[in-house]
């Protein structure tokens, strides 16, 4: 979802440097591709100067990402140690153009909850011996056993409603806040980009200050071409903070709306005066290809010679924790009123449904964390259309939150234990507790969903509730008018903290400046909370 644009430090293991990496921006207005376009001169070596990620880490795997200004081999060493004195090997693809000079390696075999150097070199394909700088980064490996603990961070909505790059105030601040917390990892629960949202070079805020903006070329417009898409990935890793974050801090990535355009759907036909392209389907697979260019995520990359192309997917993060990365987009069907009285589509689809109730009943960790891209019991419009699952009758489930009684049913009567919802998407924090005493539908066990975002975006007043799955809201925080500039409201991400001793696990909603807002402890082994 959302709105129009407006006219503690890490220990010593995880120091490693950041090499190759771009400058600090200082200029306001930056070229083409970005700072370096890719060249093609027979002279010079390749450069990975968007810095390296990784993403969708596990016990024994994970999967890295660079790119290069120009064709060259990827090569990845991992080591134990920061000296690289004993090095591992993986071998990498050959970059070019067909993916926008981006390429990433998969890694396994790698030790459970170990600390993990890595290296990235970019050779020339025609002339192994001539590489580019090294670029040294770190990251953990999920822990195979439950007495290590897990903690992680989530957030989402990042260089939206105008609001972008500002080197008057540092950048993206809140990234270099989360790297020095030291998470085992970083949820980001979509709206990654703002595809739909250029930005200006300046903006007058209410009071009269002015907010600047790093701006190029591709954010100067709405995206449309995957061209476009590309350049807005590439937007925001212009931001030392998220560069020097990506080479700390694995992601586990998942997509909303704004990845695309504005509340979109499958099948939608635009009437935006903005679009020369009006058929979102089809921006949707070039979105969806930049995305997956752009994005360390295991479903998206290449496995036996193909694409799968699909979003959802299940993150197993050792014995405590498996992460549902759910897809609240490919799948829907189109926005409505949301009053139909039968609804098998809904806002993940019949094949997504019946996929996410195998795993959960599957799954043997403590908690399962739903990652959903919406919140549940939160009303989010689309103009006189509903654009989430609430739609703000109080009464029995109608529309898509037919679907999700149906899962929650699921959850009750198999008696899967340990579940807990993440999102972001309304550009708030808050903690909603649902309880079938409060609800007008009764058949499921209390739940627990924290909202936490935006990252780095417009700040927006709280949403209303919808009272069919009984939802109280324990905590929120939230400005009083829309599109707060992050100089005028601060952003905000949360916390969870998995005891590995009593499987306890704390969710904490944080503001930017090291401030936590809120606290819950949460008990392992219940069907419900």
């Not at 995880?14 to 093609?40: D, H, Y």
């Amino acid at each position: 979802m959302y709105r129009s644009a407006p006219g503690s430090s890490p220990s010593p293991a995880r120091r490693s440097v950041l090499r190759g990496s771009l400058a600090a921006s200082a200029a306001l207005t930056v070229g083409g591709a970005g700072l370096a376009a890719p060249a093609f001169a027979l002279s010079g070596r390749p450069r990975a100067e968007w810095g390296v990620q990784t993403g969708d880490v596990t016990t024994s795997s994970g999967l890295v990402w660079v790119r290069s200004d120009r064709p060259a081999r990827m090569l990845v060493e991992t080591s134990a140690s920061e000296s690289f004195r004993r090095v591992r090997r993986h071998h990498g693809p050959l970059i070019g153009a067909g993916t926008d000079f981006t390429g990433t390696t998969a890694l396994r075999g790698l030790p459970a909850g170990e600390q993990i150097h890595y290296r990235v070199t970019l050779a020339d394909p025609d002339d192994p011996r001539r590489t580019g700088e090294r670029i040294t980064a770190t990251f953990r490996t999920a822990p195979d056993r439950r007495r290590d603990g897990v903690r992680f961070l989530w957030s989402g909505d990042i260089a939206g409603q105008g609001w972008g790059i500002n080197p008057d105030i540092g950048g993206f601040r809140a990234y270099e806040e989360m790297r020095r917390l030291d998470p085992d990892f970083f949820l980001c629960s979509g709206d990654s980009i703002y595809a739909d949202g250029p930005l200006q070079p300046s903006v007058t805020l209410p009071d009269g200050r002015i907010w600047r903006n790093v701006t190029t070329p591709e954010k100067a417009k709405v995206a449309e071409t995957l061209d476009e898409y590309r350049g807005n990935f590439r937007y925001n890793l212009l931001d030392h903070n998220v560069r020097a974050f990506n080479a700390q801090v694995p992601t586990v990535t998942q997509w909303d709306d704004h990845e695309v355009r504005n509340n979109w759907y499958p099948g939608q036909i635009l009437d935006d005066a903005r679009y020369t392209e009006k058929n979102v389907d089809v921006l949707a697979s070039r979105a969806l290809r930049a995305f997956g260019e752009y994005t360390p995520v295991s479903t998206l990359h290449a496995r036996g010679g193909g694409r799968e192309g699909r979003m959802h997917r299940v993150v197993r993060y050792g014995p405590l924790l498996d992460v549902f990365v759910l897809d609240m987009r490919s799948f829907r069907n189109a926005n409505s009123p949301g009053r139909q009285p039968d609804d098998t589509t809904g806002i993940l689809g019949a094949e997504q449904l019946a996929w996410l109730k195998r795993e959960l009943a599957a799954s043997t960790a403590v908690w399962k964390v739903l990652a959903a891209d919406m919140p549940l019991g939160l009303v989010v419009p689309d103009g006189t259309n509903i654009e989430a699952v609430a739609q703000g009758d109080p009464g029995a489930p109608l529309g898509r939150e037919l679907q999700i009684a149906e899962l929650l049913r699921f959850v009750k009567h198999r008696r899967i234990t340990g579940t807990l919802w993440l999102t972001a998407d309304v550009h708030h924090t808050s903690a909603q507790h649902y309880a079938p005493e409060r609800a007008a539908f009764q058949d499921f066990a209390p739940f627990w969903e924290f909202v936490s975002g935006p990252l780095a975006a417009g700040g927006f007043p709280a949403s209303a509730l919808d009272a069919t799955f009984g939802p109280e809201r324990v905590f929120v925080r939230a400005p009083e008018r829309a599109n707060l500039s992050p100089m005028e409201s601060p952003q905000y991400f949360g916390e969870v903290d998995i005891d590995g001793h009593s499987g306890e696990l704390t969710v904490r909603l944080r503001a930017e400046g090291g401030t936590v807002l809120f606290s819950k402890v949460l008990q392992p082994g219940r069907v419900g909370q």
